[in-house]
């Protein structure tokens, strides 16, 4: 079996993002010269080359690639595990939970209040992202809960509780051609702009890249796209726009996630406090 070190993987990372031995050696806060020698040292134990390099540029081979995406979350997970380690024995530990800007489907208040009658309750602390990045907030122990939305969201490696459960609607101009429909299939929306998500790869948007539901209302509002979104991100419907439901999409569930290694009573507690008020709710 081949063993490499975290600060191994660290090197590949680095080099593989940086694709240049300078930038990466700054970043490892390392000479170049050591940086190069103990590429070639992981290169030889492994038995596959990892990066090809010329005099002008530094690219990665198939198996670098795979390196740098597996020794990524690898790296990831270390630091989680180290983090979590040390707020376990934290008895003063805080509770970090990540949302979206409105992505709570008005679920937050009653959560955080059933929590706070709990005995074992400890303070929460709210931490805001962008469209994309709750699920590394989670993986990367920078969050212990996190409410995300299914499909949207990537929830590999997450346990998970479902809170609630909504249909999508389409958000269009009020003087656009579907505005006074009472519901629109896919098949209706063709041709339409649709938004790319700052930092969602993939995707069917080809319209401007937005990065919040805000920005989205906006461009919305001035005729530059529509946005197909679970309905508790629309309401209230801003004035000048409309929401139109989308019959033939798959429902949106709002979930809390954690960590699936994340075990500790503290966020037990939460846990249950939200399956609780998502059922009286219900």
């Known amino acids: 079996m081949v063993e490499l070190e975290t600060r191994e993987l660290e090197y590949v990372v680095a080099l593989a993002d940086e694709l240049h031995f300078g930038r990466a050696a700054d970043r490892l806060s390392i000479a170049q010269p050591a940086l190069s ?17 010329s005099s002008r540029h530094v690219e990665l081979t198939p198996s670098g ?21 040390r707020r376990a024995a934290d008895t003063q530990a805080h509770l970090r939970l990540v949302l979206k800007p409105g992505g709570d489907a008005g679920l937050l208040s009653p959560i955080l209040a059933a929590y706070a009658r709990r005995p074992d309750a400890r303070r929460v602390d709210i931490l805001f992202s962008g469209p994309a990045d ?17 499909p949207f969201d990537d929830l590999d490696g997450l ?43 993939g995707g069917d948007g080809t319209g401007p890249e937005v990065n919040d539901v805000v920005q989205l209302f906006h461009m919305i509002t001035v005729s530059r ?28 569930r709002l979930v809390l996630a954690w960590n699936e290694q994340d075990r500790r009573p503290l966020l037990a507690s939460f846990v249950a406090a939200a399956l609780g008020t998502a059922t009286a709710s219900g």
Do not use: C
């Open 37 to 53: 020698k103990a590429i070639r040292r992981i290169e030889s134990r492994l038995g596959v080359p990892l990066f090809v390099r």
């Open 65 to 85: 690639e795979a390196l740098q995406e597996h020794g990524r979350h690898a790296l990831n997970a270390v630091g989680a595990a180290v983090r979590n380690a």
């Open 134 to 150: 709750r699920t590394d907030f989670l993986r990367e122990g920078r969050a212990d809960a996190g409410l995300l939305y299914v």
């Open 159 to 201: 346990a998970h509780e479902t809170l609630h459960v909504e249909d999508r609607v389409a958000i269009v101009p009020s003087g656009h051609r579907l505005a006074g429909r009472a519901s629109v299939r896919l098949a209706d929306l063709e041709g339409e702009t649709l938004p790319h998500w700052k930092g969602v790869p």
């Open 225 to 252: 796209m529509i946005g197909v979104l679970p309905r508790s991100l629309v309401e209230p419907v801003p004035p000048g726009l409309v929401a139109v439901p989308v019959t033939d999409t798959p429902p949106s």
